[in-house]
């Protein structure tokens, strides 16, 4: 045996090149995640995962592989600790929200008010919220398509700048995740105009449920906060571009890609190196076939996370060239269960064609029209066509923005079902005669 294995050894070696590991997928999240880590946006650690990006899609084979910078403010996250004072002591576990304001080194002391969703927030009289700490305990359940995101994540996106009007001292929310451990989940909240940074921090599930019950005893509550993020000024992020060049430049380019930035709490396994890694090998299978009519350009955006600075600059800078279509990953490593796409004649034979071909996989058409993600928003709000292949999230939102966004989270099976469906839709699109008219523009772009 051992004389038969040496040659074919030889052979696979000589030919690294046009050879992918047979696990491309899992490889690219297990090398990311291991050799860079967390790769919060504007920082040294995604700029090291920019380097990584370019010297991995090169060794693919991929063509006119490059980084694209763009400057963008960066959040960091401090000292971040809580304690209920009275009247039962005990320490919380908390996470500060991306963006948010400080409290003084020593902290803050104050008591707390709460109430069970953002509507009743807002619906208070200012002055039950002034000089207090705000707590707001909506509870988000888990939903195959993760739909309950949307509604749930009001709190977290906008529930601190309606704290901070009314003249609340900080915001406690309860995190936006759907499991029951004691971690914290993170995520982006933007101060409105005229909304003064406040302390603004992610309770635990458990922890919140915790305090709810605290409260609920009603004698007053008082917590000792510290959080001490910093905003560091403007620094440079950047989207990393690779390509499958197309045999008909004037057929317009697919527009993939997942993004390469990720929370800094966890190594973002599941956000967002499983899009970037679903997409990437879907993409060398076409590089590693027949050349594709279209080209395919795949993108691992920057900064996604602190507010989709990578796809706006990516719009910016490319919006006046053809885009034929566009998909993103985005939504972790599961399998895809359903397809939506949002093109001009949703009866022709295209959405046929696909049908046929993920049906293979066990993705069946879902409803409603397809959105595509942050990154490749600003060209979908530009007309350009765009597929959803939804992948399960069940259990999505249990990981997400937390510290147990790790590699153990990948499901191999799962996400080589993920890559198997891309690469159908890839080849189909790529290569289709079907025009691919876009939807008429949208009101208001
Ligand atoms: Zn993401
Ligand atoms: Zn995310």
Same mark, same amino acid.
């Given at each position: @045996?051992?004389?038969?294995? =040496? %040659?074919?050894?030889?052979l696979l070696s000589s030919s690294s090149l046009a050879a992918p590991p047979a696990d491309l997928g899992y490889e690219l999240v297990e090398g990311l995640t291991t050799e860079v880590g967390q790769r919060l946006a504007g920082t040294e650690a995604e700029a090291r995962a920019r380097a990584w990006a370019v010297s991995r899609l090169r060794s693919l084979g991929f063509a006119n592989v490059r980084i694209e910078p763009f400057d963008m403010p960066v959040w960091v996250r401090g000292a971040e600790t809580a304690e209920v004072i009275a009247p039962f002591p005990q320490k +919380?576990?908390?996470?500060?929200?991306?963006n948010s304001g400080a409290t003084p080194e020593a902290g803050l002391t104050a008591e707390v008010v709460g109430f069970p969703s953002l509507d009743a927030l807002k619906a208070a009289p200012d002055a039950r919220v002034r000089g207090k700490i705000v707590f707001v305990w909506h509870r988000m359940t888990a939903t195959q398509d993760g739909s309950s995101y949307g509604y749930f994540g009001a709190v977290r996106r906008s529930g601190p700048s309606v704290a901070s009007k009314k003249g609340a001292l900080a915001i406690l929310i309860r995190s936006i995740g759907t499991d029951h451990h004691r971690v914290p989940h993170t995520g982006v909240q933007t101060w409105s105009?005229?909304?003064?940074?406040?302390?603004?921090?992610?309770?635990?599930?458990?922890?919140a449920d915790q305090l709810e019950r605290i409260l609920s005893r009603g004698k007053p509550v008082t917590i000792h906060l510290?959080? #001490?993020?910093? @905003? #560091?000024?403007?620094?440079?992020? *950047?989207?990393?571009?690779?390509e499958v060049p197309g045999r008909d430049a004037g057929a317009g380019v697919v527009l993939i890609g997942g993004h390469l930035d990720s929370w800094d709490l966890g190594t973002g396994a599941i956000d967002d190196a499983a899009g970037i890694a679903i997409t990437t090998a879907a993409a060398?299978?076409?590089?590693? *076939?027949?050349?594709?009519k279209r080209t395919i350009r795949l993108v691992w955006f920057g900064a996604e996370e602190p507010g989709g600075f990578g796809g706006d600059a990516y719009a910016r800078a490319h919006d006046r060239e053809k885009h034929a279509l566009t998909a993103e990953a985005d939504f972790g490593g599961d399998r895809v269960w359903s397809f939506r796409a949002s093109l001009a004649d949703p009866k022709g034979? =295209?959405?046929?064609?696909? #049908?046929n071909v993920l049906g293979g996989f066990g993705v069946g058409p879902g409803a409603g029209a397809a959105h595509g993600g942050t990154d490749i928003g600003p060209m979908v709000q530009r007309g350009t066509p765009v597929i959803d292949l939804e992948q399960d999230g069940t259990r999505y939102f249990d990981i997400h923005h937390t510290a147990d966004d790790t590699l153990d989270k990948i499901?191999?099976? !799962? +996400?080589? !079902?993920?890559?198997d469906a891309w690469s159908a839709m890839l080849r189909v699109?790529?290569?289709?005669?079907? %025009?691919? #008219?876009p939807l008429p523009p949208r009101e208001g772009h």
């Open positions: @045996m051992r004389s038969l294995l =040496l %040659p074919i050894a030889a +919380l576990v908390l996470a500060a929200l991306g105009d005229g909304a003064q940074p406040i302390p603004a921090a992610a309770l635990s599930v458990p922890d510290v959080l #001490t993020p910093r @905003m #560091t000024g403007t620094h440079q992020s *950047g989207n990393v571009i690779a060398k299978r076409i590089l590693d *076939g027949s050349k594709p034979a =295209l959405t046929a064609e696909l #049908t499901d191999r099976a !799962q +996400l080589n !079902q993920a890559i699109v790529a290569d289709t005669d079907d %025009p691919l #008219t």
